[in-house]
């Protein structure tokens, strides 16, 4: 059984660069992509991007200037850097195991099928 | 980006009550929609994947349908610990994936 265990700083200034990461427990790094998603508090969910074990990652495009995402796969953990961090990004953020098949040239089922706690990361001067 | 629009926003049901929740998205996905639940401080919780796959370990009693614009996500019998907010998702168009506003489900 996967776990997902979360961890960074929680009190940001605007301006700052977020940073967190996440170590999978339990299951295997390769052949899933891994992402992070965040929820600002009472509203709804946002990807922001996800790393494949080879270092290959994906952002939303509304976020890429300022998103960076890498892996460590001697710890079987992944991490988000994003700078200039706004109050406006006050959420939970929380990484996840995506799972993609059924590809074709153009798109592939995919699925969060695991998650971390989250990480409550407040910006605030 | 493509967008989900659940409906409704909130539902306030009984326990044993049938419920269903609409998802509606903005372009055809197919079948590239997931179906999560999240409990208050929780994390979400992948319930059905690919439109009408069930997850492992998730009851029976969810279950999906749908495909193109249109799915629905259907309880047939409420348990106390169903009560929750429900989130669908889109996969087809991959960056980035997309999730609904929610559906807020209360106890009546």
């Known amino acids: 059984q996967v776990q997902l265990q979360q961890w960074g700083a929680g009190l940001l200034k605007p301006s700052e660069t977020l940073s967190l990461t996440c170590a999978v427990y339990g299951g295997s790094f390769s052949g899933y992509y891994w992402s992070w998603i965040r929820q600002p508090p009472g509203k709804g969910l946002e990807w922001i991007g996800e790393?494949?074990?080879?270092?290959?990652?994906n952002y939303n495009p509304s976020l890429k200037s300022r998103v960076t995402m890498s892996v460590d796969t001697s710890k079987n953990q992944f991490s988000l850097k994003q700078s200039s961090v706004t109050a406006a990004e006050t959420a939970v953020y929380y990484c996840?195991?995506?799972?993609?098949?059924?590809?074709?040239?153009?798109?592939?089922?995919?699925?969060?099928?695991?998650w971390g706690q989250g990480t409550l990361v407040t910006v605030s001067a | 980006d493509i967008q989900m629009t659940q409906s409704p926003l909130s539902l306030s049901a009984s326990v044993g009550d049938r419920v269903t929740i609409t998802c509606r998205a903005s372009?055809?996905?197919?079948?590239?929609l997931n179906w999560y639940q999240q409990k208050p401080g929780k994390a979400p919780r992948l319930l059905i994947y690919a439109a009408s796959a069930l997850e492992g370990g998730v009851p029976s009693r969810f279950s999906g349908s749908g495909s193109g614009t249109d799915f629905t996500l259907t309880i047939s019998s409420l348990h106390p610990e169903d009560f929750a907010t429900y989130y669908c998702q889109q996969s087809y168009s991959n960056f980035p994936y997309t999730f609904g506003q929610g559906t807020k489900l209360e106890i009546k």
């Open positions: 372009q055809s996905i197919r079948r590239n």
């Open positions: 996840a195991r995506g799972y993609r098949t059924g590809c074709s040239s153009t798109t592939c089922y995919a699925w969060f099928d695991s």
């Open positions: 790393v494949d074990h080879r270092g290959t990652a």
